[in-house]
């Protein structure tokens, strides 16, 4: 992967940066030019929270060849307070205790490496809060 | 707008076609349409292909298709819309013929999927899914659909004999299609003791990897008539498009695109889907069947597993679906589905579909749904009997 594609994601992916549309509140996550809803194009950035509720999930037995290694691995999406929801892997926890409903944390986490000189990506993966 | 029809049909073998290139296969395909439809020519060429560049490293599609099927310097298109890419082939020269533009075209469709390893076509194929935001994180589309299923099955309280039951008709229909892919029945319980793929969806909730091609031929009904041959009208298209992520739509449990394709095409037809007599949808897995004919209005939400497992949806049942053994026992070579599923409904309201797979009462009118991605988009066309 072009390291380019890697850079230009962080705000994202690093720092979890959202938008909401300044005129109707519609909110977007990776943020975009127009808002969907009412058309304006002006956005304020916010930080999405770090908790989430599953809706549901999957566990990966046959993937992508650059997720071979870490195969089988459980991936779902979650929804913020907020409404907003993201997909991502589900980490640190055996997968049998899986359940859709489950409070979930986002914590920081290396994706994948990709490609022969090994490019590190990171972002975020879900994990339970047992507690 | 001119009134369209279909007058000629052409479909392969589809597999695992070792001995055969890509321009080969759309060729052979091209060639029965050509021959069916006893036209001497084609005024325009449109091929739906996903990724002729990821499965052969081979774009410019429709360049080199209409040189390979003998038809010299005419325009050609290669049209993708991911999974989706047949029909919208057949939609782009409906409306080429439609508007006047052109009097003969042809529609077709081709993948070749065996030229890479099974994770290189698990990559190609993931190309229509949100690359930054859900292939990034590790998502295959049996993940895609095992997540829909997985919220489905929860809300609707469904079995996994319900699931099972789609894939158990699939074969039973495709049995009886000498050009599908796996032609032989599965028992009930096969389905759950296969390999797991994405829980909760085994290996026989999934369409296959398939080599095959597609290809149908359109001009005015005026013209038909003059070459007196069997007229199967196209009477209404819908297409719409939805959230590329899945985690982006209101709702995990229905379709949007498919909704709105379908409601988009019965209007343009004047027709409610009660008048339609059998419909080929998009199964890429047993999931997406249950859900596609809630979201097409053949079945309340929550009703379509129940539907499947009761037979409602089988050839001697009160709405045939997928009578070709759809996506998953016919095969899916993603850009030549949509049109494979065309010929199947033309056969049908010709009255011609093969091995007792015809289904009584001389159908009139035939749906075909076929779907994007994890449902981005989605292309509906319905044809009737002229």
Do not use: W
């Given at each position: 992967m072009f390291p380019a594609r890697i850079w230009r994601e962080m705000p994202q992916r690093y720092r979890l940066e959202a938008a909401k549309c300044t005129k109707c509140g519609t909110r977007y996550y990776p943020p975009r030019l127009v808002c969907k809803e009412c058309g304006s194009r002006k956005f304020e950035n916010y930080t999405l929270p770090e908790e989430a509720i599953l809706q549901t999930f999957t566990v990966i037995r046959t993937p992508a060849s650059q997720f071979s290694d870490q195969a089988p691995y459980a991936i779902g999406i979650a929804k913020f307070d907020d409404g907003l929801q993201m997909m991502a892997q589900i980490a640190d926890c055996e997968v049998e205790k899986i359940k859709i409903g489950m409070?979930?944390?986002?914590?920081?986490?290396?994706?994948?490496?990709?490609?022969?000189?090994?490019v590190l990506s990171y972002s975020y993966k879900f994990v339970p809060k047992w507690y | 707008m001119r009134e369209v029809a279909v007058i000629g049909i052409g479909i392969m073998k589809w597999g695992e076609l070792w001995e055969k290139s890509f321009r080969n296969i759309f060729s052979e395909a091209a060639l029965n349409a050509i021959d069916d439809a006893g036209v001497d020519h084609?005024?325009?060429?449109?091929?739906?292909?996903?990724?002729?560049?990821?499965?052969?490293?081979?774009?410019?599609?429709?360049?080199?298709?209409?040189?390979?099927?003998?038809?010299?310097?005419?325009?050609?298109?290669h049209v993708e819309s991911a999974c989706a890419s047949g029909g919208l082939s057949f939609r782009q020269a409906y409306m080429e013929v439609a508007s006047g533009m052109s009097d003969i075209v042809m529609a077709g469709g081709v993948e070749k999927m065996t030229d890479v390893s099974g994770d290189g076509a698990t990559y190609a194929l993931a190309t229509a899914a949100d690359q930054d935001y859900e292939v990034f994180?590790?998502?295959?589309?049996?993940?895609?659909?095992?997540?829909?299923a997985r919220a489905y099955m929860k809300k609707y309280k469904t079995t996994r004999a319900q699931l099972s039951a789609v894939p158990y008709k699939a074969h039973l229909n495709g049995?009886?299609?000498?050009?599908?892919?796996?032609p032989f029945p599965i028992k009930l319980k096969d389905v759950e003791?296969?390999?797991m793929v994405a829980d909760p969806l085994h290996i026989l909730d999934c369409s296959p990897i398939t080599d095959g091609a597609a290809a149908v031929i359109l001009t005015t009904v005026d013209i038909a008539k003059k070459l007196k041959k069997p007229i199967i009208k196209i009477i209404?298209?819908?297409?719409?498009t939805d959230t590329i992520a899945l985690h982006q739509r209101e709702t995990l449990t229905s379709l949007k695109?498919?909704?709105?394709?379908?409601?988009?095409a019965l209007k343009m037809a004047g027709k409610k889907i009660d008048n339609v007599d059998l419909i080929e949808v998009?199964?890429?897995?047993?999931?997406?069947?249950?859900?596609?004919?809630?979201?097409?209005?053949l079945f309340k939400p929550g009703q379509g597993a129940k539907a499947a497992a009761d037979g409602l949806t089988a050839l001697d049942g009160k709405i045939p679906v997928n009578t070709s053994g759809g996506l998953k026992a016919k095969g899916h070579p993603v850009g030549a589905t949509g049109i494979g599923q065309v010929v199947e409904i033309v056969k049908q309201l010709r009255g011609e579909a093969e091995n007792g797979r015809q289904i009584k009462g001389n159908p009139k009118v035939g749906m075909a749904q076929n779907m994007g991605g994890s449902g981005a988009s989605a292309v509906v066309h319905i044809l009737e009997v002229a």
């Open positions: 409070k979930v944390r986002l914590e920081f986490r290396k994706i994948q490496v990709d490609g022969s000189h090994g | 084609i005024d325009s060429l449109y091929v739906g292909c996903m990724s002729g560049g990821l499965f052969v490293g081979q774009e410019h599609v429709g360049a080199i298709m209409a040189d390979y099927i003998g038809q010299k310097h005419i325009p050609a298109a994180h590790g998502v295959t589309f049996p993940g895609l659909y095992a997540m829909m049995s009886k299609n000498p050009y599908a892919q796996y003791n296969g390999v209404g298209s819908g297409m719409a695109s498919t909704e709105l394709a379908g409601e988009r998009h199964d890429c897995f047993s999931i997406a069947e249950i859900i596609v004919t809630e979201s097409l209005g």
